[in-house]
């Protein structure tokens, strides 16, 4: 299963970065990773669709996911100087990696076997 291995490869880098002293770039490039695969997928699926209605909280998804985006680029760029936004993506990762075990039960439970 591929999310099987997402987990795997999310903590292997987790414990990777915790063990070399570089948690905080592994987490920056991690979200940076997530969040532009959840933009590509949703601007993939919103252009596929013939007719397509933007809810509000794919609204708010998709900014969180910007913000994100932005907030990691930019702990890249300052090499971690500023605390708050080293916290900010340690929360974030934790978050994905939350809801990636969520969805993962969430499969198991009602035998999904395919994510697409």
Not at 44 to 69: C, P
């Amino acid at each position: 299963m591929v999310l099987v291995l997402l987990i795997i490869i999310q903590l292997a880098l987790f414990i990777i970065g915790k063990k070399f002293g570089k948690l905080a770039t592994v987490v920056s490039i991690l979200n940076i990773l997530v969040a532009v695969a959840i933009v590509a997928y949703w601007l993939l699926k919103y252009f596929q669709a013939t007719m397509h209605y933007v809810e509000l909280r794919e609204v708010v998804v998709l900014g969180v996911e910007i913000m994100l985006l932005a907030s990691a680029s930019y702990s890249l760029m300052v090499q971690h100087s500023n605390q708050a936004v080293k916290v900010t993506q340690y929360v974030f990762f934790g978050i994905h990696f939350l809801c990636s075990i969520l969805f993962l039960i969430f499969m198991l439970t009602f035998r999904i076997t395919k994510l697409f």
